[in-house]
């Protein structure tokens, strides 16, 4: 069981890794249609908006997802204990899925953002 949750997780890290490697591709998407959109009366435009508007709820639902993880962890403590198993919290795998937990948000806005900024004409 613990080689089951071994492989998913490192899937599941491999993934989030992965997506995020796309970041400095989105950047470079994204940064002309920013500089294009400053030209105008407002400074902020759609794409700025929408960048700084992603962020922020990337780094409130990390910080959630985060939290709640760990919640998890400390309430499976004395079960873990009891049942002879080395607490997640005390081994790393609590960090560990709190990472991933907290990376995740980030990781699917930034896909997203590559996907719909490769199809779209201007970027």
Same mark, same amino acid.
């Given at each position: 069981? %613990? &080689? +089951? +949750? !071994? @492989? @998913?997780?490192?899937?599941? %890290?491999?993934?989030?890794?992965?997506?995020?490697?796309?970041? #400095?591709?989105? /950047?470079?998407?994204?940064?002309?249609?920013?500089?294009?959109? !400053?030209?105008?009366?407002?400074?902020?435009?759609?794409?700025?908006? @929408? /960048? *700084? =508007?992603? &962020?922020? =709820?990337? *780094?409130?639902?990390?910080?959630?997802?985060?939290?709640?993880?760990? *919640?998890? !962890?400390? $309430?499976?403590? $004395? #079960?873990?204990?009891? !049942?002879? @198993? %080395? #607490?997640?919290?005390?081994?790393?795998?609590?960090?560990?899925?709190?990472?991933? /937990?907290?990376? &995740?948000?980030?990781?699917?806005?930034?896909?997203?953002?590559? &996907? +719909?900024? =490769? +199809?779209? #004409?201007?970027?």
């Amino acid at each position: 069981m %613990t &080689k +089951r +949750r !071994s @492989r @998913r997780a490192t899937r599941e %890290t491999a993934t989030i890794a992965g997506n995020l490697m796309l970041a #400095p591709m989105v /950047a470079a998407m994204r940064l002309p249609l920013m500089a294009s959109e !400053s030209r105008g009366d407002n400074p902020f435009g759609i794409e700025t908006q @929408r /960048a *700084i =508007a992603e &962020k922020n =709820a990337a *780094i409130a639902e990390g910080i959630l997802a985060a939290q709640m993880s760990m *919640i998890q !962890s400390a $309430w499976r403590f $004395w #079960p873990e204990v009891l !049942s002879g @198993r %080395t #607490p997640s919290v005390l081994n790393g795998v609590a960090a560990e899925r709190s990472m991933n /937990a907290a990376l &995740k948000p980030a990781s699917r806005r930034v896909k997203a953002n590559f &996907k +719909r900024l =490769a +199809r779209s #004409p201007q970027g």
